[in-house]
C-alpha cells in the first residue's frame, strides 16, 4: 500500500508528464493548423481512397484489441490459447486484491496500443477539416480526453480500463467498418444504431466500473480512485453529450421535419 505522499507523488509524476500533455494538446492545434494548409479540398470524394483504409485499419486493429483483451481475461472460449502460450500468460480474474491483470503481457500490450491508437484517432478530426466539415465539441471534447482516460488507467494501475478497452474496442469494430462502408459510396442506415451502441457502452461502463470503489487495495490507493474519479467525469460528461447528439440528430431532427410536412399540408 502506498502511503499519502507517495500516492499525491505518483498522480503528479502522471498528470505532468510530458508525453501525455505534449499528445494532448497538440490536438487543440490540430484544427487551426489544418485549416491553414491549404490541404482543404471540399469536393465530393475528396480524400476518398485515404478514409477508407484509415477505417480498415482501425476496424482490424480495434477487432484485434477486442479479442486479445478477451483472450488475456479469458474470455475467449479456448480459441486464444495459442497466444496465451506464445506470451505464458494465463486468464487474469478481475475485482482482486492486488490487481493481476498487469502481469499479464496481453493485457498490458493491449492495453498500451489502444493508449496510442486515441492519437491514431485524431485523424477522424483531420479528415472533417481537410474535408471542410465543422467539428463538434462533443467530437473534439471526446478525442482530448480519451487518451486521458486510459493513459491514467495504465499509469496509476486501475484495473478498471478494461471497461475501456473491451467494450469501446468492440464498438469502434462495428464503427469504423460502418464509416469504411460509407466512404466507399455504400448507403447503410447505421448512424443512430451507432450512437445508441456508443450511450450503452457508457452505461454499461458506470455500472461495472462502481464496484471497483469497494475493493479494498484499490480503495487504498489515492493513485487508482484518482483515475476511478476521472473516468467517472470524462465519461459522463461524454455520455450526457452524446445523449444531446442523439437527440439532436435523430429525434429533434424528426420533429422538425414533421412540423415542415404538416405546414405544407395545411
Known amino acids: 500500500m502506498l502511503d499519502r505522499a507517495s500516492s499525491d507523488a505518483a498522480i503528479w509524476s502522471a498528470v505532468s508528464d510530458p508525453e501525455i500533455l505534449i499528445g494532448t494538446f497538440s490536438y487543440l492545434l490540430l484544427k487551426p493548423l489544418l485549416r491553414n494548409s491549404g490541404l482543404v479540398d471540399e469536393r465530393k470524394g475528396a480524400y476518398r481512397t485515404s478514409m477508407i483504409w484509415y477505417n480498415v485499419v482501425l476496424a482490424l486493429f480495434s477487432a484485434t484489441s477486442f479479442y486479445v483483451t478477451a483472450t488475456a481475461l479469458g474470455w475467449d472460449k479456448g480459441t486464444g490459447e495459442w497466444l496465451r502460450s506464445l506470451t ?5 480474474q478481475l475485482w482482486q486484491c492486488p490487481s493481476r491483470v498487469w502481469d499479464s503481457k496481453l493485457f498490458l500490450w493491449t492495453a498500451k496500443a ?14 472533417l477539416v481537410l474535408k471542410g466539415k465543422k467539428v463538434s465539441f462533443l467530437q473534439g471534447f471526446h478525442h482530448f480526453g480519451a487518451p486521458w ?15 475501456f478497452m473491451f ?11 460502418y464509416y469504411g462502408l460509407t466512404a466507399a459510396g455504400y448507403k ?40 476511478w474519479v476521472f473516468n467517472y467525469a470524462y465519461v459522463g ?9 442523439f437527440y439532436m440528430d435523430n429525434i429533434a431532427k424528426a420533429k422538425a421535419k414533421k412540423a415542415v410536412a404538416t405546414r405544407k399540408a395545411l
Open 167 to 177: 467494450f469501446n474496442s468492440f464498438i469502434h469494430t462495428v464503427m469504423y467498418t
Open 188 to 227: 447503410i442506415r447505421g448512424k443512430p444504431i451507432i450512437t445508441a451502441m456508443q450511450i450503452s457502452q457508457f452505461v454499461g461502463g458506470f455500472v461495472l466500473v462502481w464496484d471497483y470503489i469497494n475493493v479494498p487495495c484499490f480503495h487504498a490507493d489515492a493513485g487508482q480512485v484518482f483515475s
Open 149 to 163: 482516460d486510459v493513459y491514467l488507467g495504465i499509469r496509476l494501475k486501475n484495473e478498471g480500463v478494461w471497461i
Open 88 to 92: 505464458g500468460d494465463s486468464p487474469q
Open 114 to 127: 489502444f493508449y496510442y491508437s486515441k492519437y491514431v484517432e485524431y485523424l477522424d478530426t483531420a479528415w
Open 237 to 245: 460528461s461524454v455520455f450526457l453529450l452524446f445523449c444531446h447528439f
